[in-house]
């Protein structure tokens, strides 16, 4: 288990600048400006997690908390995700019944709700979780029953009430959020059947929030992912490191190198906080079981290419 923002400032505040500081604050700023620096360094464990999500006519929504899926499983079975070059593939050309990358494909551009609600025109509702943010508005583009694009703006109020607009969409196109205290929830109200129905869910440092959105199989109600997380910043001190305090510390010190413009030794601080996250890495177990692709392996649908370079449409479908 690591350490927390706070006993990690402990740790490291003697080497923040070129005399170490006192100050939480400080120290909290030089944590993440190093967590910032060796975050895409290496693809750390550290940064990847397990998360369930669940399915919505047929898709899924992935929180901006996370960058890419690493793994999938519907049920105990695992299942291949469809890359980028087989979204752009032609669908009419190829069979796509064929493909190794059938189970789980990319809904196309980016979507701001986590599902959409079809059944009627709608009031869109903001809910907060937390008091602090009451007042916090947010501005949405919405298409309204007639097709016409409007700008609203919602502000919420005391939770658990819901604020609502006063126009009747059928669409959201894009939201601007500012950081928050808590989580904001977002609800589609139905006049007609005066109920309302959850469509997203923005975290605290979710600001002007878009997500990726996949298809899944049929039968899915729920998926489990391993996927990597998108940097933010920590900012509540019981809040886990995902850096040993070794790496920190020499993070740091290249920090402080970088800053007196000392560029060859800022490259060797850069590397040993590197290499002590390697090595803390090298007794733990990586999750491996997603479908195997073998180059030059005997079943055709397997193939990535003889040489590993870029696939081609044999590579991926077994007949046309």
Same mark, same amino acid.
């Given at each position: 288990?690591?350490?927390?923002?706070?006993?990690?400032?402990?740790?490291?505040?003697?080497?923040?600048?070129?005399?170490?500081?006192?100050?939480?604050?400080?120290?909290?700023?030089?944590?993440?400006?190093?967590?910032?620096?060796?975050?895409?360094?290496?693809?750390?464990?550290?940064?990847?997690?397990?998360?369930?999500?669940?399915?919505?006519?047929?898709?899924?929504?992935?929180?901006?908390?996370?960058?890419?899926?690493?793994?999938?499983?519907?049920?105990?079975?695992?299942?291949?995700?469809?890359?980028?070059?087989?979204?752009?593939?032609?669908?009419?050309?190829?069979?796509?019944?064929?493909?190794?990358?059938?189970?789980?494909?990319?809904?196309?551009?980016?979507?701001?709700?986590?599902?959409?609600?079809?059944?009627?025109?709608?009031?869109?509702?903001?809910?907060?979780?937390?008091?602090?943010?009451?007042?916090?508005?947010?501005?949405?583009?919405?298409?309204?029953?007639?097709?016409?694009?409007?700008?609203?703006?919602?502000?919420?109020?005391?939770?658990?009430?819901?604020?609502?607009?006063?126009?009747?969409?059928?669409?959201?196109?894009?939201?601007?959020?500012?950081?928050?205290?808590?989580?904001?929830?977002?609800? #589609?109200?139905?006049?007609?059947?005066?109920?309302?129905?959850?469509?997203?869910?923005?975290?605290?440092?979710?600001?002007?929030?878009?997500?990726?959105?996949?298809?899944?199989?049929?039968?899915?109600?729920?998926?489990?992912?391993?996927?990597?997380?998108?940097?933010?910043?920590?900012?509540?001190?019981?809040?886990?490191?995902?850096?040993?305090?070794?790496?920190?510390?020499?993070?740091?010190?290249?920090?402080?190198?970088?800053?007196?413009?000392?560029?060859?030794?800022?490259?060797?601080?850069?590397?040993?906080?590197?290499?002590?996250?390697?090595?803390?890495?090298?007794?733990?177990?990586?999750?491996?079981?997603?479908?195997?692709?073998? #180059?030059?392996?005997?079943?055709?649908?397997?193939?990535?290419?003889?040489?590993?370079?870029?696939?081609?449409?044999?590579?991926?479908?077994?007949?046309?």
């Amino acid at each position: 288990m690591g350490d927390t923002l706070k006993e990690m400032a402990e740790l490291v505040k003697g080497f923040v600048g070129d005399s170490g500081v006192c100050s939480y604050e400080r120290a909290f700023k030089a944590i993440n400006q190093a967590r910032r620096l060796l975050w895409n360094k290496r693809a750390w464990n550290s940064q990847e997690e397990y998360v369930q999500i669940c399915c919505v006519n047929d898709c899924f929504t992935l929180p901006n908390r996370y960058e890419q899926i690493k793994l999938a499983w519907v049920g105990n079975e695992s299942v291949s995700l469809a890359d980028e070059w087989f979204n752009a593939t032609n669908a009419f050309a190829l069979n796509a019944d064929q493909s190794c990358h059938r189970l789980i494909t990319e809904v196309g551009g980016k979507h701001v709700l986590f599902r959409d609600y079809t059944t009627h025109f709608y009031r869109l509702g903001v809910m907060l979780e937390s008091a602090e943010d009451i007042g916090v508005t947010l501005t949405f583009e919405v298409q309204d029953q007639y097709d016409t694009y409007h700008t609203i703006k919602v502000t919420g109020v005391n939770p658990p009430e819901l604020a609502q607009s006063d126009l009747l969409i059928k669409g959201v196109r894009s939201v601007a959020k500012p950081a928050t205290k808590g989580r904001v929830r977002i609800y #589609a109200y139905d006049t007609a059947l005066e109920a309302q129905t959850l469509i997203s869910v923005y975290q605290p440092n979710d600001v002007n929030p878009s997500f990726r959105r996949f298809k899944a199989p049929r039968t899915c109600e729920c998926i489990t992912l391993y996927a990597s997380k998108r940097y933010f910043d920590l900012v509540d001190e019981q809040e886990l490191v995902e850096f040993i305090p070794d790496s920190m510390i020499y993070a740091i010190l290249a920090l402080n190198s970088r800053d007196n413009r000392k560029a060859q030794e800022f490259l060797m601080n850069l590397d040993l906080a590197i290499k002590e996250q390697e090595k803390e890495m090298t007794g733990e177990e990586i999750p491996t079981s997603a479908p195997i692709r073998f #180059a030059n392996y005997s079943r055709a649908e397997n193939l990535i290419g003889s040489d590993l370079l870029s696939p081609s449409a044999n590579d991926y479908f077994l007949y046309r």
